[in-house]
């Protein structure tokens, strides 16, 4: 039985050869690739132009295949052309040469400053590289090796794809690729040599001959002429030490307001190091052939100055601290901290001075002193005299983060009137010089949100973006920003107006810190007029016609409202009343008679009552209107200005309103809220115009509420007659309930629309508790806003079309992140990281002006061409030079290797040419003049039989590249595969 089962057990083993291996599967993905990118067959393009490989548009196409488990990653490169007509592809012969083959001997772009390697070492417009898909991975043994090379012969035989196609094999930094390309009859194998030693005698051009000969085994006798091109590269990197201009700031230049060698103010600019770090020259001979030229290990004659072509580029310094974008990075940094002006100041100054008048004798004035707002940190009234005492009491003067002599200059700066002594008697200090202009500059800060370049929040950003770089850091903001508030607080309670703030009511196009300090500034106006109104009140009385002469020739005696929108635009005049024997009350118990007269009439529409009152706050007499009722003289009168709101009291407004739901006592309720000045302006109207009705009061306040049409009356007369739009008529009408609810009070006796110090209180609470991170938020947009003036300001004197560019995009991009309140600190980094850009940009344009001499040059026209030269040397990976080593660019970098080679040596030159040797060595000797060349490359060309003498004549080229470190060789071979 054992002997049975043995057959039918093989029967199992058999292997089915007909299933596809691994390898075949593989290589069924390359032909499945290759055609659907549709690279079958011979397709001839345009012949290449002169730079074409730098200047033209290069795209790739990815796929991903797998050898089993192992994943490749397939890349297609090409230049993008345009396509040859249809009639030139008719004439394409079958034989015809592959395009990559021709591109071999091509000598229009060797040596492209930026392309890819392969590009660079065979000059193909088109391939495809097969490399492994992870980065670590790597096909390292030779068996390998040849499998894959075996599998892209065998897809390119089958599909009949003439583009050369790669394979990446070892480590990738090595850059090691073998190749083939296949034509009809022909091959073509790409080989590469890597080393890290280069053996003696292939440093010179005589042995890479021997090798390109011997690989190549023609059988040519003689053998066709060589085609040669060579570039030497020479390094410059000790750059004289004048040659670079900025000088580095000087932190100890303080006294007389500077800062850094800067006014407090500006800020600065400028790279630190030299932007530049390296200087490449490549001395090129295009086209020579063998037995020309001589260059072995005894004797060359390849002298860079007499190179026929010179170009230049240069190696930019990787991250250049510049001025700038340090300052600017480093406020930013402020953004991040958490901790408050106590925690970084220590011990509240305040609290200090609290502690010391804090015995039994003033325990009763705490609950007898008034308190609007309870701020227990401001509560002290003569702080701001002492503050500056008791920092350098408790603190001790040595530990106070800013020395007098700083602060006193800061303060000086953001307070210019201080200086002088007219604003003791109170006095308004706001500079008419800071009005806005019209220019692109003054209008940045309504794209940014910031403040206008003239204002006070603007310098003061400047001024704690200058403390936070060179004077104490974050302690230092903090100590600068308590004396701000200080400052505040002395000036709200002396009644001194804040500079550099323009007058008005908060603009909401700037940073709120600036409106919360325009928002001060009011109530300090407000609060000033008052307290004028009380001193004068003596001398003045108080007659409802006294100031009707004044407010006339402000506004005609024919002005009057036409929309709803002007209300707030006349009629409202405080100086014509704030100068009377009373001001605002807080309640209207001294009105309680006006209940019977005034209310009543107002509902029941009689004027006879009110008549008999005595007008009060009367501006000026309308000029046309009378009353409908008894056809006296209608008087606008003096009303209250809006209470003027910020941004986030605006805000907060709007979320109580929308808190009220949309039911109908919550509607009733919001239009209630809304219709406090309204109210107001009722109640003075009826206070000016004893016996007027509401439809008086429309007829001034809302024309557009009252028509008129023309009727015949009863004696045939056209007149016209009025009445009450349809919206006036609606019951429970706002304007009829506020109107049977307004009492004849003057404006001068209502309560407050607006409370100047309760206000005020709330916006020095704000400040006081901001934190430096929270100020730092606030700012920002200032500082970035100084930042691009400043590089706008910088740029105009370089005149770079790039960096024009580049500033228009900063300004949209910024004008897009800070227009929203908190933008991302990542979009924050990034406009910070393009002003730095730009800034390093203008800094390498200043040290290549210094290095190649510009503003030495006596010749306009040389001026011209070395700035030229300059500006393409930013914009351009690698510059030709006009003349060679003999035009006048070529003549100043010839001197600056001549002055780098002095300064190695550290010989004078009268040494040097005792070492040289006679002139006639010396001219043989380039070492003298250049150092030895940092990168050898060179391309071996020729047109050959191969692989016998009667096999067609084929491209074969050879790219050689010799460094310190490496030794490469990149051959392309091609032979005969149908008469070999």
């Known amino acids: 039985m054992a002997a049975d089962s043995e057959p039918e057990s093989e029967v199992f083993e058999i292997t089915d050869f007909t299933t596809a291996s691994e390898w075949e599967r593989f290589i069924s993905k390359v032909e499945e690739v290759l055609n659907d990118w549709k690279l079958i067959g011979n397709s001839l393009g345009r012949p290449l132009e002169k730079g074409i490989f730098t200047s033209g548009t290069w795209e790739e196409k990815s796929d991903e295949i797998s050898f089993a488990d192992f994943k490749f990653s397939v890349t297609h490169h090409y230049l993008v052309q345009e396509s040859v007509d ?87 930094w090595r850059r090691m690729y073998v190749g083939e390309c296949q034509g009809p009859g022909i091959r073509t194998d790409f080989e590469m040599v890597h080393l890290r030693k280069v053996p003696n005698q292939y440093t010179h051009l005589s042995g890479l001959l021997d090798i390109f000969k011997s690989k190549i085994g023609c059988p040519l006798i003689p053998l066709p002429p060589v085609s040669i091109a060579i570039r030497f590269t020479y390094v410059l990197q000790d750059w004289q030490q004048y040659f670079w201009p900025q000088q580095p700031p000087d932190i100890d230049a303080l006294v007389g307001g500077e800062v850094g060698g800067l006014e407090f103010g500006k800020l600065p600019f400028g790279a630190c190091e030299d932007p530049i770090s390296e200087l490449h020259l490549a001395t090129t001979w295009p086209h020579l052939t063998e037995g020309i030229i001589v260059d072995n290990d005894v004797y060359s004659d390849l002298d860079p100055i007499q190179a026929p072509h010179w170009s230049v580029r240069v190696r930019k310094a990787d991250n250049p601290q510049c001025l700038l974008g340090d300052f600017v990075t ?32 003033h325990a009763l004035s705490k609950l007898t002193e008034p308190t609007p707002v309870p701020i227990h940190k401001l509560s002290v009234s003569n702080m701001v005299h002492t503050a500056k005492k008791k920092i350098r009491k408790h603190r001790g003067l040595e530990e106070s983060p800013l020395n007098n002599d700083v602060l006193n200059t800061i303060l000086l700066f953001l307070f210019p009137d201080a200086a002088s002594e007219k604003t003791l008697d109170g006095t308004t200090s706001i500079d ?125 005696p024919d002005h009057r409202k036409d929309t709803d929108k002007e209300k707030g635009e006349v009629g409202k005049s405080w100086d014509s009343w704030s ?131 023309e009727v015949i009356d009863e004696k045939g007369d056209v007149i016209l007659k009025g009445e009450l739009s349809a919206r006036m008529k609606i019951p429970s009408n706002m304007w009829v309930e506020a109107w049977e609810t307004a009492k004849p009070i003057p404006a001068r006796r209502q309560r407050r629309l ?23 938020r606030h700012l920002l947009p200032c500082v970035i806003h100084a930042a691009v003036l400043k590089v706008k300001e910088e740029e105009s004197l370089e005149n770079i079309s790039s960096v024009k560019k580049i500033i228009k995009q900063i300004i949209s991009h910024s004008s897009k992140v800070l227009h929203f309140p908190n933008p991302e600190d990542k979009k924050l980094e990034e406009i910070i990281h393009q002003i730095t850009n730009v800034e390093a940009i203008i800094a390498r344009a200043r040290s290549l002006k210094a290095k190649f001499g510009t503003e030495k040059c006596e010749q306009e026209e040389e001026k011209e061409d070395l700035e030229r030269f300059v500006s393409c040397l930013l914009e351009q990976p690698e510059v030709l030079v006009t003349g060679a080593g003999r035009g006048h660019a070529g003549r100043i970098i010839h001197k600056l290797f001549v002055n780098a080679q002095r300064a190695a040596a550290m010989a004078p030159p009268e040494e040097e040419l005792k070492r040289v040797g006679c002139p006639e060595e010396r001219r043989h000797n380039p070492v003298s003049d250049f150092p030895a060349p940092a990168g050898r490359e060179l391309i071996l060309r020729t047109t050959v039989p191969r692989p016998a003498p009667y096999s067609k004549a084929l491209p074969q080229r050879m790219y050689s590249v010799l460094t310190k470190e490496d030794f490469r060789l990149a051959g392309a071979f091609s032979s005969d595969t149908t008469f070999f």
């Open 86 to 172: 249809k009639e030139g592809k008719d004439e394409i012969l079958e034989d015809a040469i592959p395009q990559s083959m021709q591109d071999l001997l091509c000598m229009n772009n060797d040596f492209p400053p930026r392309a890819h390697c392969l590009v660079r070492w065979y000059g193909l417009r088109e391939f495809v590289v097969i490399a492994p898909a992870a980065h670590s991975d790597a096909v390292l043994s030779e068996s390998k090796c040849n499998l894959l090379l075996s599998s892209v012969s065998i897809a390119l035989g089958n599909t009949g794809c003439q583009v050369p196609l790669f394979v990446q094999i070892h480590h990738k």
């Open 754 to 776: 607006f409370d100047d110090t309760r206000e005020a209180e709330k916006v020095l609470h704000y400040l006081a508790f901001q934190k430096p991170a929270d100020l730092a």
């Open 579 to 709: 100068d009377s024997d009373e001001e605002f009350f807080e309640c209207l118990s001294d009105t309680e008679e006006l209940k019977g007269n005034g209310q009543e009439s107002g509902k029941k529409g009689g004027p006879k009552e009110m008549v008999n009152l005595k007008p009060e706050g009367r501006l000026h007499q309308h000029g046309r209107l009378t009353l409908l009722h008894n056809g006296e003289p209608l008087y606008i009168p003096v009303t209250q200005e809006t209470a003027p709101m910020t941004e986030d009291l605006l805000e907060e407004q709007s979320e109580v309103l929308a808190k009220l739901g949309t039911s109908a006592e919550g509607a009733h309720l919001r239009a209630r809220m809304q219709s406090a000045c309204l109210l107001s302006d009722m109640e003075s109207f009826k206070a000016a115009n004893p016996g007027c009705i509401l439809e008086d009061f429309v007829r001034w306040y809302s024309p557009r509420d009252y028509v008129e049409e």
């Open 330 to 361: 480093e406020f930013f940094k402020i953004c991040r901290r958490k901790e408050s002006t106590d925690e970084i100041l220590g011990r509240s100054t305040f609290e200090e001075e609290g502690r010391e008048i804090a015995d039994i004798t």
């Open 432 to 556: 008419n010089s800071n009005l806005p202009s019209e220019s692109e500059d003054y209008n940045l800060y309504n794209q940014f949100k910031s403040a206008p370049s003239d204002s006070l929040t603007y310098k003061l950003a400047l001024c704690l973006c200058m403390i936070n770089f060179y004077h104490g850091g974050l302690k230092g903001v903090a100590h600068l920003w308590q004396e701000f508030v200080l400052e505040m607080r002395f000036r709200w309670e002396n009644n001194f107006l804040i500079p550099g703030l323009t007058g008005g009511p908060p603009d909401l196009r700037c940073c709120l810190l600036h409106q919360k300090l325009q928002m001060l500034n009011c109530c300090i106006e407000r609060k000033k007029a008052r307290d004028e109104g009380k001193k004068t009140s003596d001398n003045i009385t108080n007659t409802y016609p006294g100031d009707v002469g004044k407010a006339a020739d402000l506004l005609g």
